[in-house]
């Protein structure tokens, strides 16, 4: 069946680095676009970035672009979401999500919890 | 990258339909046939229940159905049911970005 799980969550000061990674299963990586969406708590759902299905096009929000790459390792079957000059305004929740069409995610990871304080 | 909007809560009774709009611009909902809905139950990683406007994913309920008109798209569920109670959000594709709408609790 197919699943992601997300890891490389934490509690990191404002100002430092984080990775986060998406291992996919169940499927066939290399057809599918990745996509990063996050929720902060008690907030709503938040597109973060998103890359093409063969990593020709990238794409992110206007809040993370600039300190936010993804990428993607085919022969890993993995994802990644590189996030730097980290603010507390970027604590949430990160989920990765595979796309069927152009903003659709059918299958999403548990997601992982991204703490941004000093 | 404007949120699109959408009501805050929209309430029904179970057997009742609902609807639940979905407002963006000429750049998004209104350009592009990609809006895509969202369930959300709390603690939980989102669901898809309708993609490319109309589009039902497998696994989910004839029940669900989605229409555009404009810049406005909507989710109806034709009769509700104590299941159905959750967060629903939309989402467009923009060309450049992907953007989730504000929301809409539906409590049963």
């Known amino acids: 069946q197919v699943q992601l799980v997300e890891a490389g969550g934490g509690v990191v000061q404002p100002g430092r680095s984080l990775t986060l990674s998406c291992v996919a299963s169940?499927?066939?990586?290399?057809?599918?676009?990745i996509n990063w969406v996050r929720q902060a708590p008690g907030k709503g759902l938040e597109w973060v970035a998103g890359?093409?299905?063969?990593?020709?096009?990238?794409i992110y929000a206007d809040s993370v672009q600039g300190r936010f790459t993804i990428s993607r390792d085919d022969s890993k079957n993995t994802a990644y979401l590189q996030m730097n000059s980290l603010r507390a305004d970027d604590t949430a929740v990160y989920y990765c999500a595979r796309d069927i069409s152009y903003g659709a995610f059918d299958h999403w990871g548990q997601g992982t919890t991204v703490t941004v304080s000093s | 990258q404007s949120a699109l909007t959408q009501p805050h809560s929209v309430s029904g009774s179970p057997g009742q339909p609902v609807t639940i709009s979905c407002t963006g611009t000429s750049s998004d909902v209104g350009y592009y046939n990609y809006v895509s809905w969202y369930q959300v139950h709390p603690g939980k990683a989102p669901k898809l229940m309708i993609y490319d406007v109309n589009k039902r994913p497998s696994g989910v309920p004839d029940r669900f159905s989605g229409s555009k008109s404009g810049n406005t798209a909507s989710l109806t569920i034709s009769g509700l049911q104590a299941e159905d109670e959750a967060d629903y959000y939309c989402s467009s594709f923009a060309g450049s970005y992907i953007v989730f709408g504000t929301g809409t609790t539906v409590p049963v």
């Open positions: 169940g499927f066939t990586f290399n057809r599918h676009g």
């Open positions: 890359i093409w299905y063969d990593g020709s096009r990238t």
